[in-house]
Nanobody, 126 residues
């Protein structure tokens, strides 16, 4: 079992920045990759970014490339999402998720991730 807890959400004006963090506990040595997803009201949960837990390779959805940066600290079992140049359309509940299966490919579907945090609200005002 892995437990995930997000922090760092809040209200920010368009163009501003926020940094989200996710602390993992439990069987963290079995984590293959960590990801951030987001869900806006009335919409499906969508992939934002992920990072390979051992190698550190990253992947982003097109809408956040060059604005968001995902990183991890294996010693502290944390993954972060630095969000810059925020837009109102970035408003959503942000979730971190853990994939426990070693893969040779990047996966962006929610079904591939085994553990989820409770989410943290990010609101970007125009």
């Amino acid at each position: 079992q892995v437990q995930l807890e997000e922090s760092g959400g809040g209200l920010v004006q368009a163009g501003g920045s926020l940094r989200l963090s996710c602390a993992a506990s439990g069987l963290t040595f079995s984590i293959s990759a960590m990801a951030w997803f987001r869900q806006a009201p009335g919409k499906e949960r969508q992939f934002v970014a992920n990072i390979n837990w051992s190698g550190g390779g990253t992947y982003y959805t097109n809408s956040v490339k060059d604005r968001f940066t995902i990183s991890r600290d294996n010693a502290k079992n944390t993954v972060s999402l630095q969000m810059n140049s925020l837009k109102p359309e970035d408003t959503a509940v942000y979730y971190c998720a853990a994939d426990m299966t070693p893969r040779g490919t990047i996966v962006t579907g929610t079904d591939f991730y085994h553990y989820w945090g409770q989410g943290t609200q990010v609101t970007v005002s125009s």
